[in-house]
C-alpha cells in the first residue's frame, strides 16, 4: 500500500484515519478547476496507508487535501455518478473514449493514463501558486502523426516556471533510431518499422531557492515492424534537484519513491536508484544534477499489465514526494547569495539537458519536434560564473559533496 504523507511531517492526521480498517471510501477534489476525478481509497489498520484502487491509482496526501480541498463521501453513489476521466483539453486519438477500457490497448491506456496524471498535477501545483492558472497549449502534428499538450506556468510567485507535458506521438520510425534502438538489445523485427510514443513528463522551477527542482517522467514506446511484430517498453523516474541540503526532505522523497517500488518489486528502488545516479552525472563537472531519485528504462521483463500498473503508480507518487516540501518551505526568506546559488545550480541542469538528456536528444531529431515543448524544462534563468569558489563548509559545500558522492538516503 502506498504511505500516506502527513503534512507536517508526522503532525496531524491522514486524510482517511476516521474510516474503518478496511473500508473503502471516496475521495473527490472539489476545486474549481477539472481535477474532480472520483479515486477510492482503502483503509489500512494504521489508518496511515491509502491504496487507491479506482480512476486514477493516485496517492491521497493530507498536504494535497488542504491544497485542493477533498472531501470524502460514500463510495457507490458518488463514484458510480462520477463523469470521469478528467482531461485538461481534447484527447490527443479523438476515438480515445471508445478504446481507454479496453484491456489490450496498450497505446489508449498509457494516453487515458498520463491525461489524467496531468490534470490532477497541474490543479495541485496551480492550488500551490495561489490559484495561478496554467497556459493550456493542445498541439498536433501533421498527417495523423499525433501531437501533445503543453501545460506552462512562468514568472508566478511560488513557480518561476513549471511545465507539465503530455505527448502522444506515432509516425515512421527513422532508420538510425531503429538501429540506436537495436544496440541497447531491442528486436525490433525487420523494417520499415512504425512507432508510437506516449508520455508525461514535467520539469518545476520554484522561485523560492529552500524549495527543490523536481524533474519527472513516464512513457511507454511501442515499435510494429514490417511483419507486424510488436516490441514495446516503459520508462521513466522522478528525481530532485535541491539548492539547500534538508535531509529530511530527502529522505522523505526517496522513501516515497521506495514504497511506490515495493508494491511491485522489492528489487526496483536500490536498482532504479542507482540507475538515476549514474544516469544524471554531469561528467564534465564529475557531479550530479541532483540527490538522485529513480529512473528506469527499455522496462519489459514482466507482462505488460503489471508494468503498466508499476509506471502508473509511480507517476501517482508525484505529488506525495513533492508537495510536502513546496509547502513547507515556499514561503521562507532568502538572500541575494542564496538566488545566485540557486541560479548556478541551474547552470549546470542546463548543461546537462542540452548534453546528456537522452529525452532531449530523441525529441530533437523527431520529425517536426515541437522545440517550445522541449524546451520547457529549461529554467528561465541561470548563471554561469568564472572560476566560481565554494567556501568549505558552507551549505554550498555540504550539497556539493552529495552530488559528488551519492547517498543512501532510505533503509533498505
Request: hydrophobic residues 40%; glycine residues 8%.
Given at each position: ?184 538489445g531491442k528486436d525490433l523485427g525487420p523494417g520499415p518499422h512504425r512507432f508510437f510514443a506516449s508520455g508525461i513528463s514535467s520539469v518545476i522551477h520554484p522561485r523560492n531557492p529552500h524549495v527543490p527542482t523536481m524533474h519527472f ?196
Amino acid at each position: 500500500m502506498f504511505r500516506v504523507v502527513m503534512a507536517a511531517r508526522g503532525a496531524g492526521t491522514s486524510l482517511v484515519t476516521a474510516a474503518r480498517v478496511g473500508a473503502q471510501v471516496a475521495v473527490r477534489a472539489t476545486h474549481r478547476s477539472a481535477y474532480c476525478v472520483p479515486l477510492v481509497a482503502t483503509v489500512s489498520s494504521d489508518g496511515r496507508f491509502g491504496r487507491i484502487a479506482a480512476g486514477m491509482a493516485a496517492v491521497v496526501t493530507t498536504a494535497t487535501a488542504a491544497v485542493v480541498g477533498l472531501e470524502l463521501f460514500p463510495l457507490k453513489a458518488e463514484c458510480e455518478a462520477g463523469a470521469y476521466p478528467v482531461y485538461l483539453a481534447a484527447p490527443i486519438s479523438p476515438d480515445l473514449a471508445q478504446r481507454r477500457t479496453d484491456p489490450a490497448d496498450w497505446q489508449a491506456r498509457m494516453e487515458d493514463m498520463v491525461l489524467q496524471k496531468q490534470a490532477e498535477i497541474v490543479a495541485v501545483l496551480s492550488e500551490l501558486d495561489g490559484g495561478a492558472q496554467f497556459t493550456i497549449d493542445r498541439h498536433e502534428r501533421p498527417n495523423g502523426q499525433g501531437g501533445g499538450i503543453t501545460t506552462v506556468l512562468q514568472d508566478s510567485e511560488v513557480f518561476e516556471k513549471a511545465g507539465v507535458n503530455v505527448s502522444v506521438i506515432r509516425g515512421d520510425l527513422k532508420p538510425a533510431l531503429a538501429e540506436q534502438m537495436s544496440s541497447r538489445g531491442k528486436d525490433l523485427g525487420p523494417g520499415p518499422h512504425r512507432f508510437f510514443a506516449s508520455g508525461i513528463s514535467s520539469v518545476i522551477h520554484p522561485r523560492n531557492p529552500h524549495v527543490p527542482t523536481m524533474h519527472f517522467n513516464y512513457r511507454y514506446f511501442e515499435c510494429i515492424a514490417a511483419n507486424g511484430k510488436r516490441t514495446w517498453w516503459y520508462g521513466g523516474g522522478t528525481d530532485l534537484t535541491p539548492n539547500r541540503l534538508y535531509e529530511d526532505d530527502v529522505e522523505h522523497f526517496h522513501q516515497t519513491l521506495k514504497d511506490g517500488c515495493d508494491l511491485h518489486d522489492t528489487s526496483y528502488y536500490p536498482k532504479f536508484k542507482k540507475w538515476c545516479d549514474d544516469y544524471f552525472l554531469i561528467k564534465h563537472r564529475k557531479e550530479r544534477r541532483g540527490v538522485g531519485g529513480i529512473f528506469f528504462d527499455d522496462l519489459d521483463d514482466k507482462p505488460q499489465e503489471e508494468l503498466f500498473k508499476f509506471v502508473s503508480d509511480m507517476a501517482s507518487t508525484v505529488l506525495p514526494c513533492y508537495v510536502p516540501m513546496v509547502a513547507a518551505h515556499k514561503n521562507k526568506s532568502f538572500t541575494e547569495k542564496d538566488r545566485e546559488w540557486q541560479l548556478l545550480r541551474r547552470g549546470r541542469y542546463v548543461e546537462y539537458n542540452l548534453v546528456y538528456d537522452r529525452g532531449t536528444k530523441f525529441g530533437l531529431v523527431t520529425p517536426q519536434a515541437r522545440i517550445e515543448s522541449i524546451f520547457i524544462s529549461m529554467p528561465l534563468n541561470a548563471r554561469w560564473e568564472y572560476k566560481h569558489k565554494i567556501e568549505p563548509g558552507s551549505p554550498e559545500d555540504e550539497l556539493t559533496k552529495v552530488l559528488v558522492e551519492p547517498r543512501e538516503w532510505v533503509a533498505p
